[in-house]
């Protein structure tokens, strides 16, 4: 069969088509062929009022001319005045209770002049705007037409962009997360474009949310200072764990984050009170720069010199929270609680925060820091080694002999602060002989107890166990590992307190998760601003995306209090 219509079977076609346009009745069938270009016309009846659906790949023109009525047929199958569904490929997010209403209430209400039935509603169309999407239905019966929405155009709750965007912020993943994401569901995503212009909406939500929540934290520790009378002044004052976390992992030796936070958390209530976000880079202003142009009009969050070192994000920010405490909440941070960053409390110490007010901050070392640090140090002193020239028999045994007994340094430290605690003894007194049991571990645990009974130990002399203290001290390692037991004395006050940083650790994991664990590039706009401030959202409430609803006067959905309140 020819790949045309030939002239000969197209004629008669016509002819009983043009015949019989209103009757809707032929002698003729008209037939595909397999090959889907040619036509074989046998007996039978042809029904041209009804919408044939065509279920075969690509597109097939049928066009009436204006002049005649007669049918031009180009390489494709009849069609006469049918309407064409338009099926969209892939899955769709819908409000299934507001479509099925949608969907009655249009198709039921349409006026009709004729008996119109739900097989007659035929989708003609669909338009995507980021995740909703608009349908676009027609009667074939009446011709009556109408579009419905996947959700509701004014909803109760966030819309969906807003949804999925804020979503991707509290999960730690980006646009190109999502894309992929939504790839593997089959339903198509939005544009990195409408996505960005949704981001940008929120940040000013999240921000303020977060701004809300530390306001009611500050409100809370001030109420709990002066039940307690910690005063100065008239003026409340109380104690603050601080600590710093960036954008970047460091790896122990690239300090070169371009965006990094400071946060200050009240020590009782456990609450964000202040965090500083510094960035050092935009991608408008860097894209204008290198092209010698003016940037264009936007909201710029660079606020931190690019030549500056990364490790100064810190102590900036978290000086900047001492520096308006008095302002944001009334109250004086007298006390710090920090890990053993001393440019931190240097800076704020150099910034002078309540010179007015006559008041100095003090600082107290996170026990856990002191503890980490040092055994650091000794699994250093494990790993010493020694020159080629003064090599000496036993030392690798003795290496051991200190590697073997770091945990249990640890452990004797712990046990000498909690005895100390216990004692009802004046705090300096406590914090002074702490220091001296301290400095007698390292004999007490390499077996010499030169020095147990004089610090009330009571200690099990047996032969058996062996004085390695002369040996270390032949080798150089007991002087190392005294070293560092020196000046983890040094912090006997600090120790006796036991007071950590933990809170701000926590608040950094969270910060880490929302990050992509500090895989992503989030630095570069508003991205990451968004994100620190979802994190204290989340520290401060435990149900950011209720904070996020609540704030821009949304319905809270009952998945998300479900979810919320699970964990």
Sequence with gaps: ???????????????????????????????????NNNFVIENGLLDIDRIQEDMSEGRRIVELCKDNNNFVIENGPLDIDRIQEDMPEGRRIVDISFMWNEIHRTFDNHARGIECQFKDWKL?????????????????????????WSEPT?????????????????????????DELCAAMNIPCMSDKTYIKNREKLVNDFEKTATENMKMAGEVEKQLA?????????????????????????????????????????????KILFVGVRNKFCTICDVAERNGIEPR????????????SSTSMESDAIAEGFKSSLEMHGMIYRTI??????????????????????????????????????CKKLRAVAET??????????????????????????REVIEAIDLRREEKQPDHYKAIELQKDILNIPSHIFGEHKRCKERGRICDLDETNKNYVPFLKLHGLYQKVESAIIYLSAYSDSLLLKFTNNPAESFNS??????????????????????????????????????????????????????????
């Design 297 to 308: 009009d936007h909201k710029c969050y660079k606020n931190f010199d690019r030549n500056a």
């Design 510 to 567: 969270i910060i880490c998760k929302e990050i992509g664990g500090k895989s992503i590039n989030f630095g570069n706009r508003d991205s990451y601003n968004a994100r620190i401030a979802g994190a204290v959202a989340q520290f401060n409430t435990q149900q950011v995306l209720t904070e996020v609803h609540n704030n821009m006067d949304k319905n809270v959905p009952s998945i998300v209090e479900t979810l919320e309140k699970r964990r």
């Design 154 to 178: 004014e909803p109760k709750t966030l819309d969906i962009n807003t949804a999925a965007v804020a979503g991707t912020v509290t999960v730690g993943i980006g646009h190109a997360q999502l």
């Design 337 to 374: 609680i920090a890990d053993g960053d001393s440019s931190v409390y240097q800076t704020i110490v150099d910034s002078r925060p309540y010179r007015e007010q006559m008041v100095n901050v003090k600082k107290i070392e996170c026990t856990n820091h002191l503890l980490r640090n040092l």
């Design 1 to 35: 069969m020819d790949s045309k219509v030939s002239i000969q079977t197209l004629v008669p076609t016509m002819q009983c088509l043009e015949l019989n346009l209103n009757t809707g009745r032929c002698c003729q069938n008209v037939e595909l062929c397999e090959d």
């Design 385 to 410: 080694t020694q020159q080629k020239t003064h090599r000496k028999r036993g030392f690798v045994q003795l290496r051991n002999v200190v590697k073997n007994n770091i945990l249990k340094i640890r």
């Design 124 to 148: 003609v169309n669909s338009l995507r705007h980021g995740l909703k999407t608009q349908l676009f239905f027609k009667c074939q019966m009446c011709n009556y037409k109408a579009n419905i």
């Design 226 to 270: 002066l039940e307690k009378n910690d005063v100065i002044n008239g003026i409340p004052y109380i104690t603050v764990i601080a600590d710093g976390s960036w954008m970047k992992r460091s790896y122990g030796n690239a300090y070169d984050s371009l965006s990094g936070v400071g946060a200050i958390i009240g020590y009782r209530t456990k």
